[in-house]
C-alpha cells in the first residue's frame, strides 16, 4: 500500500540552528516527492519536488531535500533557520501518470525559538 | 508559477443552507483537480478527483450526492457542499494539475463554518 510517513509529529529548534524533518515513503513505482509548507489558515506552498535526476534537490526559502531509495526516504533540511519558517511541513508522495493523486504524511509542526 | 485562485477564502453558513466553492487554474489549463478536506492540525484528506467533461471520481467514505463536483471547463471546478450541517465545518483545499507539466498547484483553501 502507497503511504507516507513523518515520523515527527512536532519539532522545536532554536532560531540559527539547522532543522531536519523526515520523510519515509512506500510507493510501488519510481515515486514523485513532494515538500510542502502551511502557514496557520493557509493553503499549501511547495517547497521542492524530485521526480528524477540528482538526489539532492534544492527548493525555495534555503530548504533541500535528498532522495535516498535504499531508505525509502526524502528527508527536508535547512543549514539555518529562520522565525518565519514556524509553519506546518508536509511530505506527499505521488503524481504518477494514471492516478496524479498525491497521498500526504501527517505533518511536522514546527517551532522556532527566538 | 503556476496560480491557483479558491473562492470564497471563508464562508459562514447555516444549517440546511448550500455552499459553493469554486477553484480555478489562472494561468494554465488543468483535465484533472482535486479536492481536499483538511480537519485543525492533520492532514490534508483526498475527497474526490475532478475531471473535466466528465463525473467526479470520489474517495471511499465521501458522499458524492452530499459533495457535488462539477468540472465544466479547463480552469474551474466547483465544490457545492449541500444540505451542510456543521460537522462539515472544515478546511477546504483544491489542487489543479497542469497538465504540460503534470503536477499538482494548490489554491489557498476556503474555511466553511456552519452554524
Known amino acids: 500500500a502507497q503511504s507516507v510517513t513523518q515520523p515527527d509529529i512536532h519539532i522545536t529548534v532554536s532560531e540559527g540552528a539547522s532543522l531536519e524533518l523526515r520523510c519515509n515513503y512506500s510507493y510501488g513505482a519510481t515515486p514523485y516527492l513532494f515538500w510542502y509548507v502551511q502557514s496557520p489558515g493557509q493553503g499549501l506552498q511547495l517547497l521542492l519536488k524530485y521526480f528524477s535526476g540528482d538526489t539532492l534537490v534544492q527548493g525555495i526559502k534555503g530548504f533541500e531535500a535528498e532522495f535516498k531509495r535504499s531508505q525509502s526516504s526524502f528527508n527536508l533540511r535547512k543549514p539555518s533557520v529562520h522565525w518565519s519558517d514556524a509553519a506546518e511541513y508536509f511530505c506527499a508522495v505521488g503524481g504518477s501518470p494514471g492516478t496524479y493523486k498525491y497521498i500526504f504524511g501527517t505533518g511536522t509542526r514546527l517551532k522556532v525559538l527566538a | ?115
Open chain 2, 1 to 115: 508559477g503556476a496560480v491557483v485562485s479558491q473562492h470564497p477564502s471563508r464562508v459562514i453558513c447555516k444549517s440546511g443552507t448550500s455552499v459553493k466553492i469554486e477553484c480555478r487554474s489562472l494561468d494554465f489549463q488543468a483535465t484533472t483537480m482535486f479536492w481536499y478536506r483538511q480537519f485543525p492540525k492533520q492532514s490534508l484528506m483526498l475527497m474526490a478527483t475532478s475531471n473535466e467533461g466528465s463525473k467526479a471520481t470520489y474517495e471511499q467514505g465521501v458522499e458524492k450526492d452530499k459533495f457535488l463536483i462539477n468540472h465544466a471547463s479547463l480552469t474551474l471546478s466547483t465544490l457545492t457542499v449541500t444540505s451542510a450541517h456543521p460537522e462539515d465545518s472544515s478546511f477546504y483545499i483544491c489542487s489543479a494539475r497542469d497538465s504540460s507539466e503534470g503536477f499538482q498547484y494548490f489554491g489557498a483553501g476556503t474555511r466553511l463554518s456552519v452554524l
